[in-house]
């Protein structure tokens, strides 16, 4: 007798060239992600190849009862680490059926950023650091944490090791696999100041492929997560009070920042981009007046400043690159909870074609 696990990792090239192409895409709320499953006739790698969807967008909060269905439109696939084979994860946007991009769908005017030819000539490179919390699920407490109590104290979880003080490293190592087998460019991963909290990096990916790799590096955990009966939280101060919080620093540069020359570039954009920090802020993501409060290694949310090695500062410049004089800096601003769409083409909107 086939057992259910048996049954949920069946090979299915073995008597079919069909596949199951899993469709997600953002729901009403900006962070919630979903998605639904299709089967396709045989194997797809060009995104363009795949045929569009609706779905019912007033149970997402996304179009009213009455005129309900929204139009997806494939935009990057990935191969799945769940059901593996030929089978492929599909990242999508949201349409009305008319072909007006809906309110939600951010990542259609930063891809109207990223196909500006200014743009694509100075081939800007992203890593985004994506930290997120563990919780118990039924209690909404970190995992590790006793219940309705504290570990000791910060300082020996930061890349810890050992029962007491690293928490959940197999799902953490798990979605670090899954997420390398998708085809993302996760560069590394570690464990976070406050125990419970994990980091993941996305990058380097030039332009909207940023945006596109980590929702989806963000959908496998959450599957990874579901799996493991635990939730991942991506609010940034899950702990009031002598916590770290969480955020998203976003490192870029593009081909003059990583030319010969390149610091005087990098020294011009962190000057634009602190003339637009309130506009940056307001795009940040939410909640993000809990972290940004000038202690707990952030800046705080009112003021702008940068440095060199700084992990207090807004923007962080690295040593090597003010020692090589060209590189990339750090955007230590954003929220865990962040859209990489957002973030992403607004640092390129304000570097390379904002005129002050």
């Excluded at 800007?124 to 650091?129: D, F």
């Excluded at 050992?162 to 490293?169: L, V």
């Amino acid at each position: 007798m086939a057992l259910l696990s048996d049954l949920v990792n069946l090979n299915l090239s073995d008597t079919t060239e069909k596949i199951i192409a899993e469709y997600i895409w953002i729901g009403g709320s900006g962070m919630d992600l979903r998605s639904k499953a299709r089967t396709l006739p045989g194997r797809v790698d060009d995104p363009a190849k795949l045929p569009k969807w609706n779905y019912d967008g007033s149970s997402t909060g996304q179009a009213p009862g009455e005129d309900s269905e929204v139009i997806l439109y494939p935009q990057a696939i990935f191969k799945d680490p769940f059901r593996r084979g030929n089978n492929i994860l599909v990242m999508c946007d949201a349409y009305t059926p008319g072909g007006e991009p809906i309110p939600t769908n951010k990542r259609f005017e930063a891809s109207k950023i990223f196909s500006n030819p200014t743009v694509i000539a100075e081939e800007p490179w992203y890593g985004i650091e994506q930290e997120y919390t563990l919780l118990q699920k039924e209690v909404n407490w970190p995992i590790g944490w006793p219940v309705g109590g504290f570990p000791g104290p910060q300082g020996p979880y930061y890349c810890g090791i050992g029962a007491d003080k690293a928490f959940g490293r197999d799902i953490v190592d798990s979605h670090y696999k899954a997420c390398l087998y998708a085809g993302i460019n996760i560069s590394g991963i570690n464990g976070e100041v406050m125990p419970g909290q994990w980091e993941f990096q996305v990058g380097p990916v030039v332009g909207i492929g940023a945006g596109d790799q980590l929702w989806v590096a963000r959908y496998i955990l959450e599957r990874i997560t579901e799996i493991a009966g635990v939730v991942v939280s991506f609010d940034p101060k899950p702990i009031q009070g002598d916590w770290n919080g969480a955020g998203a620093h976003t490192n870029y540069s593009t081909k003059s920042m990583r030319a010969d020359g390149g610091y005087q570039v990098i020294k011009k954009a962190i000057e634009k981009m602190g003339l637009r920090h309130k506009e940056h802020i307001a795009a940040y993501g939410e909640g993000n007046e809990r972290r940004l409060t000038g202690k707990h290694e952030t800046a705080d949310i009112n003021t702008f400043c940068w440095g060199v090695a700084n992990r207090g500062a807004s923007i962080r410049v690295g040593r090597d690159t003010e020692k090589e004089g060209k590189g990339y800096f750090e955007d230590r601003r954003p929220a865990s909870n962040m859209d990489p769409y957002v973030v992403t083409s607004m640092i390129a909107q304000t570097t390379i074609l904002w005129n002050p």
